[in-house]
């Protein structure tokens, strides 16, 4: 079973290569495969996130699992002997966020702040989300881009003036959230800007984020009669063997003349989710599996219970908390 988990782990790394070389994702046609399914303990039954004690000179402080399954969790960072400010990061399932969504998204994220901090404290302003890149590396050859959004504002509260900064972004079915403040005479409103977005972009790549249940659907494989003719319709894609072809992908299955457990009929069948849009970046497999863990790193995982009423749509829309400090 451990074999058949790595074997698993390189194909989708594999189809991850191929999505970023061709784009062949289609949200919408995720949406509609997800109507009657649960998001959370039913596409996703259990998530796994790997992530760095150490970035730069911040430190893990500690880590704060929110009562509702959605919210997830905060991780908090700090550097050595600064009680001026801290970096918390908040780790949350979102689903697919389409490109166009995106934006969105991240702009509900700075409504947040805009309504939790300064329309209660009457102070500050808060910039327009600036964009950048950061890369996740995926193999030697393909770097998976991650855009990230970031804004930054002042307020005072409780007779303190601070200076604040957010960097938001969206990786693998995940939201990943950065807060940072400071009192203001301890760090400037630039310096603030600077340090979160330099601690997002180093951590960003850092992170391995997995996850398993209905997310991973790949079409049944079909073996076909020895003089069964080859089909002609709604072919996507052959594989061939000897130069004669031997598997089929077809939207809903996948034939092949030789057995059920051929790798290439398997290989077809990621393929065949990646070019209908059904391969879930950050989705490895229907079953749990367990990931490595190095030295200086952390492992948060979570089991997501479905709901005992009506299916939970996915809300890749929804903001979450705004955080505090």
Same mark, same amino acid.
């Given at each position: 079973?451990?074999?058949?988990?790595?074997?698993?782990?390189?194909?989708?790394?594999?189809?991850?290569?191929?999505?970023?070389?061709?784009?062949?994702?289609?949200?919408?046609?995720?949406?509609?495969?997800?109507?009657?399914?649960?998001?959370?303990?039913?596409?996703?039954?259990?998530?796994?996130?790997?992530?760095?004690?150490?970035?730069?000179?911040?430190?893990?402080?500690?880590?704060?699992?929110?009562?509702?399954?959605?919210?997830?969790?905060?991780?908090?960072?700090?550097?050595?002997?600064?009680?001026?400010?801290?970096?918390?990061?908040?780790?949350?399932?979102?689903?697919?966020?389409?490109?166009?969504?995106?934006?969105?998204?991240?702009?509900?994220?700075?409504?947040?702040?805009?309504?939790?901090?300064?329309?209660?404290?009457?102070?500050?302003?808060?910039?327009?989300?600036?964009?950048?890149?950061?890369?996740?590396?995926?193999?030697?050859?393909?770097? %998976?881009?991650? +855009?990230?959004?970031?804004? $930054?504002?002042?307020? !005072?509260?409780?007779? @303190?003036?601070?200076? &604040? #900064?957010?960097?938001?972004?969206?990786?693998?079915?995940?939201?990943?959230?950065?807060?940072?403040?400071?009192?203001?005479?301890?760090?400037?409103?630039?310096?603030?800007?600077?340090?979160?977005?330099?601690?997002?972009?180093?951590?960003?790549?850092?992170?391995?984020?997995?996850?398993?249940?209905?997310?991973?659907?790949?079409?049944?494989?079909?073996?076909?009669?020895?003089?069964?003719?080859?089909?002609?319709?709604?072919?996507?894609?052959?594989?061939?063997?000897?130069? %004669?072809?031997? +598997?089929?992908?077809?939207? $809903?299955?996948?034939? !092949?003349?030789?057995? @059920?457990?051929?790798? &290439? #009929?398997?290989?077809?069948?990621?393929?065949?989710?990646?070019?209908?849009?059904?391969?879930?970046?950050?989705?490895?497999?229907?079953?749990?599996?367990?990931?490595?863990?190095?030295?200086?790193?952390?492992?948060?995982?979570?089991?997501?219970?479905?709901?005992?009423?009506?299916?939970?749509?996915?809300?890749?829309?929804?903001?979450?908390?705004?955080?505090?400090?």
């Amino acid at each position: 079973m451990e074999r058949q988990g790595i074997a698993r782990r390189a194909g989708v790394v594999l189809l991850v290569a191929l999505l970023a070389a061709t784009g062949a994702m289609a949200a919408e046609d995720k949406a509609q495969d997800a109507k009657d399914v649960p998001f959370l303990g039913g596409m996703l039954r259990e998530s796994h996130i790997v992530y760095p004690l150490k970035v730069g000179d911040w430190g893990f402080v500690g880590e704060h699992r929110y009562d509702d399954q959605a919210a997830g969790v905060s991780v908090r960072f700090a550097r050595q002997g600064d009680n001026a400010g801290w970096i918390d990061v908040y780790f949350y399932p979102v689903g697919v966020v389409s490109d166009d969504d995106l934006p969105k998204f991240a702009e509900m994220e700075r409504r947040t702040l805009e309504d939790t901090w300064l329309s209660k404290t009457g102070t500050g302003d808060i910039k327009p989300l600036a964009t950048s890149v950061v890369k996740r590396k995926v193999n030697k050859d393909t770097n %998976v881009p991650i +855009t990230t959004f970031a804004t $930054d504002f002042e307020y !005072t509260y409780e007779g @303190q003036h601070r200076n &604040s #900064a957010m960097v938001v972004a969206v990786d693998r079915l995940y939201a990943i959230k950065f807060r940072y403040s400071a009192l203001a005479d301890h760090a400037s409103r630039n310096e603030v800007r600077r340090d979160i977005e330099a601690f997002a972009h180093t951590l960003l790549p850092t992170l391995d984020i997995g996850s398993s249940g209905a997310c991973w659907d790949p079409p049944p494989i079909e073996v076909l009669a020895a003089d069964a003719p080859d089909p002609e319709d709604g072919v996507l894609a052959t594989t061939k063997v000897d130069d %004669v072809v031997t +598997t089929f992908a077809m939207r $809903d299955r996948v034939l !092949t003349r030789r057995s @059920q457990d051929d790798p &290439s #009929a398997t290989l077809m069948q990621m393929m065949v989710m990646s070019m209908t849009g059904r391969l879930y970046d950050g989705c490895t497999g229907k079953d749990s599996q367990l990931p490595e863990v190095p030295e200086g790193m952390r492992e948060v995982r979570f089991e997501y219970r479905a709901p005992d009423a009506a299916p939970l749509q996915a809300e890749p829309m929804r903001a979450r908390r705004a955080g505090v400090g």
